[in-house]
């Protein structure tokens, strides 16, 4: 969804979906690639720093999350050198799951008007 | 895309399509809103005043859409008491509506898979 040719300008598309309960961003993109990050490494330590995030942060975001659904999105042990091992539960890779799949339709079923708007977007930079 | 029921929390999905050329937000939601008060008010004045937003802030966001794309979005003689008269070109009102379209499209797209989520969600207050 990037356009980008020499010296040109950069033409995106950047759609970003929230998902709110109450006044708590249930989910949204921070919280999808945080919870990306601890598949990986297993650790809320090391996502947090993958993320330039600090830990705290991490720690709150997990919090929000779990308190929001009804089973919780990740498992963690907060103690310990190393912040402790985190991991996903089935419903944390649940959601993960579903909101890519949310954000690859969206993006598909836009892509007809989005190139309409794009033709009408200056190229050359100017 | 919202459910609301007695004091229980308000469960919501929010996309937030941005159109990006460069380092300019060539499109987004506060300038489509700002698009359509202009078309309802003929005024840029009046649209801002709507929109809560200053006229210079108003005036800016027209600026800037009007070089990003290839006509400008917006037809506005700046003088003149009450900020003079505002209105959209053809081009203006293409990108209005492709804008919404592709908003609407997406909403349609994710609905499965927000279903989805919404059924993982706690729905009472706690």
């Known amino acids: 969804m990037r356009t980008k040719t020499n010296d040109r300008q950069t033409i995106a598309l ?3 979906i929230r998902i709110l309960r109450g006044k ?7 919280k999808a690639d945080l919870l990306e990050q601890i598949r990986e490494t297993g650790s809320l330590n ?4 993958r ?18 659904y009804k089973k919780p999105l990740v498992k963690a042990s907060r103690g310990g050198s190393g912040g402790g091992g985190a ?7 649940r959601v993960l799951s579903l909101y ?3 954000e ?13 708007i794009a033709s009408l977007l ?3 930079s100017s």
């Open 14 to 16: 950047l759609p970003r």
């Open 24 to 30: 708590d961003v249930a989910f949204g993109p921070g």
């Open 46 to 49: 090391q996502a947090a720093r």
């Open 51 to 68: 993320l330039r995030m600090s830990y705290m942060k991490a720690w709150l975001l997990v919090r929000v999350m779990n308190a929001c």
């Open 87 to 93: 991991e996903l539960t089935s419903a944390g890779e």
């Open 100 to 102: 890519r799949t949310m």
């Open 104 to 116: 690859r339709q969206s993006l598909r079923a836009m892509e007809p008007a989005w190139a309409g």
């Open 122 to 124: 200056k190229s050359e």
